[in-house]
């Protein structure tokens, strides 16, 4: 669709932009810009932020571009900047966050026992799958789930036939079941 | 932390062959990335991602995402383009926006002539302790077209104010009515508009803000790039491409939806309704051709409409093709305005 958007950068093309060649810059910024914009955005979450931290990670190609080695991956230099300076933006913007604290000093071993239990991404995962669900369907769950209600006292609050709220737990339940295979043991477990 | 370490990598591809639920991070990765979530979610998987628990594998997944973006259809960043060079002083731009300010230190006082002709007056207003806030006031029955200081130019509606400092170090503006802003990038100085009860908050994009006396809603429309809306209740919205914001100014209630960008065609002329309620567009119709519309009765139909009005159609045209499609009222054109009976 656009022809300045060269999905590769030449080693010829770094080297230029290393000797301070405008042109070169343009070709580096137009093949990537996007890419890092877009690739910030899916971590952070916010456009603006995204553009700001793009734009300052193409400012920083500029005046860092001495320090390029033409020789390494031109594509693995610019993700490694993407994606330290996102990470480095979430960090911020969590660090008041306890949690986070807590975290930071729980250390890097990737070696520790929890290693082999991932019940903290299957509830982020369900968290992602209910905050998708149509409104009734997730308060239903919500009831079900969070609150403990049972299906009669559900039917009774918003309303509705019992059969709804059965048929509405299920399909919930299908859609995740989809998701997280374990989840079955965790439900029929209630 | 060592989610950012390389080394954490290496490690983790022996880990990855013999625990095949790894995968769940992976899963968890993806989703976050490729869609949008209720905002606690979002943040769940933000702190989730920093935990430094299944670092390597996360990494992992992230460099996945890197790689299977595509973003062969996103529009060329030009203006990106544009900031970064100013930033790194790369030709161009920095002696645009020289001549800009020039032009504009000249328009300030040749405005006022041209623009009575043009039925639209620049006056110094408010004296507000420090900087002189100019009030660009555009009558009913015509649109304008505001270029400010730093580049971003306003499509500024029928009946609306805009104000700005003549100074404009800050980029801050206020507004009542409606316009379309078109914001010239500066990530160093955000772009401010301020309504009644909304902030928004951008660093270079296109939207749309109405915030109309006499109409019970404001609303921001985003047609590119993104902005941060605070609303006077105290919450915050990030809004992107085809987002529409809409409050309740009576009740606080704050609505999210989408909208086709083509609709606030009316900054090009003409005036477009996009879901709209028949009393939102008498109103704005009211306001546009600077006819009082009188009302008995009250409004059942709520019902939403989307249309647009040609630059030339007439009062008259337009109330013809409204009757045939709005149900529930009768007009009558009197000496003293319209007068709308709902049934």
């Known amino acids: ?190 | 932390m060592s989610i950012r370490g390389g080394s954490a990598r290496s490690r983790h591809k022996a880990l990855d062959t013999k625990n095949e639920h790894t995968d769940y991070v992976s899963e968890v990765v993806r989703r976050y990335f490729r869609e949008r979530h209720a905002a606690q979610v979002e943040e769940d998987v933000q702190r989730w991602l920093l935990d430094p628990r299944h670092a390597g594998r996360k990494l992992q997944s992230i460099e996945a995402e890197w790689e299977a973006l595509e973003t062969g259809s996103a529009a060329r960043p030009d203006r990106a383009f544009d900031a970064v060079r100013a930033r790194i002083g790369q030709r161009a731009t920095k002696t645009v926006h020289r001549f800009r300010r020039a032009a504009m230190r000249v328009a300030a006082v040749v405005v006022p002539a041209l623009a009575i002709a043009a039925g639209v007056w620049v006056y110094l207003a408010r004296q507000n302790q420090h900087t002189a806030w100019i009030d660009f006031v555009v009558p009913y029955g015509q649109t304008a077209i505001l270029d400010l200081p730093d580049g971003s130019q306003l499509a500024v509606n029928s009946g609306s104010t805009v104000s700005y400092p003549e100074k404009f170090a800050e980029r801050s503006v206020r507004l009542s009515g409606e316009a379309y802003f078109d914001v010239a990038p500066d990530a160093a100085r955000p772009f401010v508009v301020e309504t009644g009860n909304l902030t928004v908050r951008v660093t270079g994009t296109e939207f749309n803000v109405q915030a109309v006396s006499g109409i019970n809603t404001e609303t921001v429309s985003v047609s590119e790039g993104g902005v941060e809306v605070l609303t006077a209740g105290g919450s915050t919205h990030d809004l992107y491409a085809g987002d529409r914001l809409t409050l309740d100014k009576v009740h606080g209630n704050v609505t999210l939806d989408r909208f086709e960008p083509s609709d606030q065609a009316w900054s090009g002329g003409g005036l477009s309704f996009s879901d709209n309620t028949c009393v939102e567009i008498f109103a704005k119709i009211g306001r546009h051709f600077e006819i009082p519309f009188h009302y008995a009765g009250t409004c059942t139909n709520n019902q939403r409409y989307t249309l647009k009005i040609k630059q030339n159609d007439t009062v008259d045209q337009v109330m013809t093709i409204l009757d045939k499609l709005i149900d529930g009222f009768t007009y009558a054109m009197r000496d003293d305005g319209i007068h709308i009976e709902y049934e």
């Open chain 1, 1 to 190: 669709m656009d022809s300045c958007m060269n999905k590769f950068v030449t080693e010829e093309t770094v080297r230029s932009l290393q000797s301070g060649d405008h042109q070169a810059f343009e070709t580096v910024f137009f093949a990537y810009f996007n890419k890092v914009k877009y690739f910030i955005y899916g971590l952070i979450k916010s456009e603006s932020d995204a553009e700001e931290i793009a734009q300052d990670i193409f400012v920083r190609v500029w005046t860092n571009r001495e320090a390029i080695d033409p020789d390494k991956n031109f594509t693995t230099y610019i993700y490694v900047s993407a994606r330290n300076a996102a990470l480095n933006f979430l960090k911020k913007r969590h660090v008041r966050s306890s949690y986070v604290q807590e975290q930071i000093h729980v250390g890097s071993d990737s070696d520790n026992p929890e290693d082999g239990f991932f019940a903290r991404e299957i509830d982020l995962l369900i968290q992602m799958s209910v905050s998708k669900m149509p409104e009734r369907r997730r308060r239903i769950f919500e009831m079900s789930r969070n609150e403990g209600l049972s299906n009669d006292q559900i039917a009774q609050k918003l309303n509705i036939s019992k059969k709804t709220v059965e048929n509405q737990l299920s399909i919930a339940l299908k859609e995740l079941r989809e998701v997280v295979s374990l989840i079955v043991l965790f439900f029929t477990a209630l």
